[in-house]
């Protein structure tokens, strides 16, 4: 255990100057408690501190060069899930409203600053992570949660929208109605509406002017966001192609990766 030397104490006669020694000791206690008081400041840090830390600082304890962190912008159609997940009438269909609470989090829209070093505009799908960003200027993107293709039915690659369709009729491939047989009702086309595959909003994906078959769409099986079951259409939650068809335009350049 460290031990401190005794600091010897003298007196002086009233109304003496003080001797060297008593002023060096009254220095010494004055620093002991100064220290004392910013350490405890520095047990009670609060939340408004915080800001001059390091964000390394923060989490690991370490002081780390300081990096900037990228301001996200708030916006209630993209941050509050209440609100983006509400039922809504469009085209004269009544969604209905999402049980947001079932669904993981990292799947709800939300902006994130963006990770793929995209331009503006660009729509990127990582299908392992079951996600889809729409680049942002500025850095940021919205990510939206999907359900992507199963084992066997995936494509990936650049291409772009060559357009959309609001409540898109849907017709089956033939090789689908092989495998369900119970589809042949559709083979003329499945009206568009709430039960209909394709959703609120489908965007269609072409590459090198020739339609790859695949699109970006809208589903009521909202249970089915972060899963792989579709036939390799990316799948999104209505109200997320609702939001996503209304901010893009004709040849976004589309990445699935």
Known sequence: MRSFQQVPVTTAEPGSAPSEEMISRRAMLAGIGAATMFGLAGCSRTAMDMPSLGLDEITTGSIQPRRPVPRISVDSRITSPELMYASLTDGGFAVPAVPYQKIKPQFRRQIVVDPTGEAPGTIVVHTDERLLYLVQPGGEAIRYGVGVGKDGFRWSGRANIQYGREWPSWTPPPEMIQRKPELVKWQHGQPGGLTNPLGARALYIYQNNQDTG????????????????????????NQDIID???????????VVI
């Open 244 to 254: 996503l068809y209304s901010r893009v335009t004709k040849r976004n350049p589309v």
């Open 214 to 237: 695949y699109r970006i769409h809208g589903s009521p099986e909202w249970w089915s966001i972060g899963q792989a079951m579709s036939s390799g259409c990316v799948r999104l939650i």
